[in-house]
């Protein structure tokens, strides 16, 4: 498959009406708008068509592939959509059982890391001078051979990210060959979580959590929709066991989140317990003490012995913050829900005594015995072989005392995550090697930078799971041609033959005995590739207590953190600061905050007021270890004696999104590894006001709902009676003595709806929105942007309200008194009313009604008055301030090659212009056309918008109102239904599904 080789070749003759009509009749209307819109200095561009087609290519016939994410470990499948040889789409691969056809805003993104326009695109080395110069390929193979023929000896190391695949091994075999060493080094590889499995079980391995079959969940910090483990697949998961679905059994499991800032796992919670940091273990361990005490649950055998050792509620409510009657309950509803579910490890939990956190929480699953239930060793993580933070400061510490003459590093950039530490240990090491993608802190700092393929332009495998085997392949040609695959470069200097791709297979020939079938290699490797991998179930694995569980009976003293307590909690978008080059990730709003562009510090809104702080007041946070600049944002979410930052921003190199911009919260924390041999994620800090302001680059409204029905909350009980036919949110639009008047208006709207192309039987596209699947995690508002080309405006126009998201998620706080602040999401998008305000007051028709019930935007006829967006409501329409398409301009937000990842199917708007969401209105149109080929009707499940697609929680429901079959009628008419502002009279074609909330967790939800 080759790149698109359609070139353009570029005149500067101005636009004039021959020279209009020539193009109008050589190339057609099509081509003829096109080149209209070059009047004036820009170029015309005259297309090429192909001389020789490329093999299974047609042009306008998108080609899929299947692939593998490796934006974080947890490795999902993708599929791959491509056109005229560029990728321009990432799905979720259906097959995959990590994450089931759905995909998390960083994998969407990823296509932004392989046409980033900063990209290092060819061999460089650093001069004498300090300066780099551009080398041949062969001249830095050369290099670094000689390099490690010189450091034979003398110390060689390779820092690599989690390899758990044919990568991995290549380094391994590399490096006992030469006598060097392999760090493995992810800045959240989850140690707390598994030295607590080994406390507990003796046993380091990660396991797998079944959400899906739990009946009552309890997380301890463990933010499994963020960044935890595997959050698309736990949160599908999770979705499916806490999901309210009439008839099912009319339960839900109940969830019960622990912990002292409320993340975007904490908002779906029922209920948030707070306690003090440092102390969740001891929560754990008394609430396994009552159900021992009280024989709540048959317990192991060997878990008996644990029964005079655990502390009782009443010793340790004190230490915790939380009463020992609500410690009481908790644990008597954990053990009877009989599926009782409780996980740590999280990384924004990585106190002191982040290991006992674990292990307790394990002692609690052991002891109500779900251990092998909900529980399940055996289909372990690929995280267990991720290396630990300690291996990472020995390392430091070896180079610190020169023994390290030549360091590689591969996918790892520690000159951020330990920017301090590391750094001036590098002025040490007599040789650096950089091979990566991007000029990040590590690359900027090396001796040698030899450019690396992205994912998605390269040969690999993975073993995310155990039992799932996946595979990558280039789903395009190089987008930089001088860059090469790693491995490909290893094996070269290595002196070994065949290419990377040949490396792999020969692996592969293994798992071909076990799964060939009787295949041949060929048609095996072939199936793998179409399916993405090899997906196998691993067997299940028996685990007991381990000899050491008295440490942790040992560690039951008060360990909570004092006043000034600071978290540092990882990035939902931009993790450890491996997305922040990325735009759509840097513009997407925070689930929490709705901040975007730059980091912040969350303060208590009583804590905000004794230190007399607004929003976007900057202070100084300075730890033993460093010092940064933050602005405050105050949130009721979050305990008045803890501060929080995220991690992700600060960044001193990795190109022009993300370089020296806003602070890196990895400079607060400590060089040094904790006990569990990880780092600590928790530090004490003094805070001092500077006298700065900025203004938050935020999309946030009004915190609180105000009572405006934009969402509905129903207790479980209440949703549970609700039968067919009953609406308890109906809403009458108008006064009853206006009923014959509307008849007869209707009437005559009728009349005129059967004239032209809105005769005849029409359908009429509808949504649903399940507010009890959705947790606002924002897939959806990424899968957006990269299918219907939305602009990414920049920090500045951000702050001035002028983002162009077409679908956000808007979230308000509940409650208010301690311990009972919550919060709800919802996905606000253009409402395709049937009397839509936006329609009549434009005066030159660009809103309009199409006779399959949307609301259209002609973007050529549209001259920016904004009367429709003054119209609408739901404020929901989007106007361009500027031409962010204009190539070299100041507001470019598509620098080439950035520009490849555009969808060839949805128009570029410019500046002046109003857009919308119209859902997905290609993909209804190219629906239509394939089953008008076929001869056939459209079938429910033929269109699916891009935002539906991406939803983890499946919370997004799309088709056709008048099929009276189809899912989204079934849910429009759903007791829980409702539609946002109903009184308005707008008639939206979204019905949204009330949120569902367990028993006195929906009084917390009431607006305070």
Avoid at 268 to 286: C, H, N, Q, R, Y
Avoid at 576 to 585: F, I, Q, S
Wanted: charged share 20%; aromatic share 8%.
């Amino acid at each position: 498959m080759s790149r698109a080789t359609a070139r353009c070749v570029t005149t500067e003759a101005p636009m004039d009406r021959r020279r209009f009509l020539t193009v109008l009749g050589a190339t057609g209307s099509a081509a003829a708008a096109a080149s209209a819109c070059d009047i004036g200095p820009e170029p015309t561009e005259h297309l090429v068509p192909y001389v020789v087609p490329p093999e299974n290519q047609v042009p306008g016939i998108a080609t899929y592939y299947a692939t593998t994410c490796r934006e974080c470990a947890a490795g999902c499948g993708l599929h791959a959509k491509v056109r005229e040889g560029r990728v321009i789409k990432l799905e979720g691969n259906p097959e995959s059982p990590i994450n089931q056809g759905r995909l998390c805003s960083r994998g969407q993104a990823a296509l932004q890391g392989l046409y980033n326009p900063d990209r290092v695109t060819d061999p460089m080395a650093r001069g004498a001078n300090g300066q780099w110069q551009k080398l041949t390929w062969d001249d830095a193979v050369g290099r670094l051979q000689a390099q490690v023929k010189q450091a034979r000896g003398k110390g060689i190391a390779f820092v690599t990210g989690l390899e758990s695949g044919s990568f991995g091994e290549l380094v391994d075999a590399w490096m006992k060959e030469i006598g060097g060493r392999h760090v493995t080094y992810e800045p959240f590889a989850f140690e707390a979580l598994r030295e607590g499995n080994r406390i507990a079980f003796g046993t380091a391995a990660i396991p797998s959590y079944d959400f899906a079959s739990a009946r009552y969940i309890l997380s301890f910090g463990a933010d499994f929709m963020e960044t935890w483990l595997s959050p698309v697949g736990y949160q599908n998961a999770f979705t499916r066991a806490h999901a309210f679905e009439a008839g099912r059994d009319g339960s839900m499991a109940k969830f019960v989140y622990v912990g002292p800032r409320l993340s975007l796992t904490g908002m779906s919670a029922d209920e948030w317990i707070v306690p003090k940091p440092g102390t969740e273990f001891m929560l754990a361990l008394a609430m396994a003490s009552v159900i021992l005490t009280e024989r709540l649950a048959p317990p192991p055998p060997d878990a008996l012995r644990l029964q005079h050792l655990l502390p009782g509620p009443e010793r340790i409510a004190g230490s915790v913050g939380v009463e020992a009657g609500k410690i009481q309950r908790l644990a008597r509803d954990f053990a009877a829900s009989k599926g009782g579910l409780a996980v740590a490890g999280g990384i924004a939990a990585q106190y002191g005594s982040g290991a006992l956190l674990v292990a307790a929480a394990n002692v609690l699953n052991y002891v109500a015995g779900q251990v092998g239930k909900t529980v399940k060793f055996g289909p372990n993580h690929a995280l267990e072989a991720a290396g630990s933070f300690k291996q990472l400061a020995d390392l430091v510490a070896d180079m610190r005392a020169e023994k390290i003459s030549l360091l590689l590093v591969h996918g790892a950039n520690p000159g951020h995550s330990l920017p301090a530490a590391f750094s001036e240990a590098l002025g040490h090491v007599g040789y650096k090697v950089s091979l990566a993608s991007y000029w990040d802190e590590t690359a900027a700092a090396a001796d040698l930078v030899l450019p690396d393929f992205h994912p998605l332009e390269q040969w690999n495998d993975s073993r995310p799971q155990a039992g799932v085997y996946a595979l990558q392949q280039p789903v395009m040609q190089p987008v930089f041609p001088n860059t090469r695959h790693a491995g490909d470069v290893l094996l070269q200097v290595a002196g070994k033959s065949g290419g990377f791709k040949d490396y792999v297979q020969t692996r592969w020939r293994a798992l071909h005995v076990r799964y060939g079938h009787g295949r041949s290699f060929e048609d095996f490797w072939n199936d793998a590739l179409q399916h993405g991998g090899i997906y196998s179930e691993a067997p299940a694995q028996t685990v007991r207590l381990g000899p050491e569980i008295s440490r942790l009976m040992g560690g039951a003293a008060d360990t909570s953190l004092q006043l000034t307590t600071l978290i540092v909690f990882p990035s939902v978008a931009l993790h450890d600061g491996r997305g922040a080059n990325k735009p759509w990730l840097q513009e997407l709003p925070d689930p929490v905050s709705k901040i975007t562009w730059h980091g912040w510090v969350e303060v208590h809104p009583d804590t905000a007021a004794k230190w007399q702080l607004t929003n976007g007041d900057v202070v100084l946070l300075k730890s033993p270890h460093g010092a940064v600049r933050a602005p405050v944002w105050i949130t009721p979410g979050i305990r008045p004696d803890v501060l929080a930052v995220p991690t992700g921003q600060g960044h001193k190199a990795y190109g022009r999104y993300a370089k020296d911009r806003s602070f890196n919260a990895f400079e607060l924390l400590s060089p040094d590894p904790a006990d569990f041999g990880g780092r600590a994620f928790v530090v004490s800090v003094t805070v001092t006001k500077t006298g700065d302001h900025r203004s938050l680059a935020t999309i946030e409204g009004d915190a609180r709902e105000q009572g405006r029905g934009v969402i509905e909350v129903l207790p479980l009980d209440r949703a549970r009676s609700l039968k067919r036919g009953q609406h308890p949110f109906a809403e009458r639009e108008t006064p009853a003595y206006a009923d014959q008047a509307l008849q007869a208006w209707a009437e005559a709207q009728h009349q005129k709806a059967s004239l032209g192309n809105y005769a005849g039987e029409q359908p009429r596209w509808a949504m649903a929105i399940d507010l009890a699947k959705c947790t606002g995690c924002s897939a959806c508002v990424t899968a957006c942007y990269a299918e219907n080309n939305l602009a990414t405006v920049g920090e500045e126009l951000v702050t001035r309200r002028r983002q162009m998201s077409w679908l956000r998620i808007e979230r308000y706080y509940t409650g208010g008194g301690a311990g009972r602040v919550g919060a709800v999401v919802t996905p606000m998008l253009c409402q395709q009313c049937g009397n839509a305000p936006c329609e009549p007051v434009c005066p030159v028709y660009a809103s309009y009604h199409t006779p399959d019930g949307l609301n259209g935007q002609v973007y050529n006829r549209c001259v920016g008055t904004r009367y429709c967006a003054n119209n609408c409501p739901y404020k929901v329409r989007y106007f361009n301030w500027y031409n962010y398409a204009e190539h070299g301009g100041e507001w470019e937000s598509w620098p080439d090659p950035l520009n490849m990842l555009l969808n060839p199917d949805v128009t570029v708007r410019e500046k002046g212009v109003m857009e919308k969401c119209t859902f997905c209105v290609q993909r209804i149109r190219g629906a239509q056309n394939r089953a008008r080929l076929e001869d056939r009707k459209v079938e429910d499940g033929d269109i699916t918008p891009s935002c539906a697609q991406a939803c983890p929680s499946e919370a997004i429901v799309f088709g056709d109102l008048h099929d009276k079959t189809s899912r989204v009628a079934a849910l429009a008419q759903d007791p829980r239904g409702y539609h946002v502002l109903a009184g308005l009279n707008t008639l939206p074609a979204i019905t949204y599904l009330a949120k569902v909330v367990h028993g006195g967790a929906a009084d917390a939800r009431t607006d305070g």
